[in-house]
């Protein structure tokens, strides 16, 4: 399922969390979304996510401020270059970056984003939803696992 890697692959065999969030969340979300992250962070938890959406993006903000490892899971090919607030974690060997495409995926679809929830999910230990939009494709694709581990931020 995962075609490139790029980081520590021994990240895998720990305990790892799924993190998903719709593209669109209400204001009353995204505290507790920063507080969940910051929890995760403290404890050292590994945390599994695409840090694709803003939301997303400002979790990982507030995991690379601890020493937990980290993966991303890109939903296109592998990147060519690494971002500067990645390489400290990368070099220490607290980062993994996967992904289930081939180089030649250069963007980010809706199809591709689905196949690379679906590759976290299958993955993850468990799974925490930010938020879900109603009928969105998040919710659309977590019907599809009704025995999944899963947690839902509260509103």
């Known amino acids: 399922m995962i075609k490139a890697s790029l980081g520590n692959k021994e990240i895998l065999n720990l305990p790892k969390t799924a993190f998903l969030c719709s593209r669109q969340v ?90 690379r929830n679906r590759m976290m999910i299958e993955i993850a230990d468990k799974v925490v939803v930010g938020y879900a939009s109603p009928g969105g494709q998040l919710e659309q694709l977590l019907a599809n696992y009704p025995d999944l581990d899963m947690l839902r931020l509260k509103l």
């Open 26 to 115: 209400p204001a009353s979300v995204v505290l507790k979304c920063y507080d969940w992250a910051i929890a995760e962070r403290e404890a050292g938890n590994c945390v599994i996510s695409g840090f694709h959406s803003p939301l997303e993006k400002d979790v990982l903000h507030y995991l690379l401020k601890g020493t937990q490892p980290i993966i991303i899971a890109l939903a296109r090919g592998l990147k060519i270059r690494v971002e500067a607030e990645l390489k400290k974690p990368l070099d220490q060997g607290r980062l993994l970056i996967i992904t289930p495409f081939e180089d030649s995926v250069k963007r980010v679809t809706i199809a591709t984003a689905a196949i």
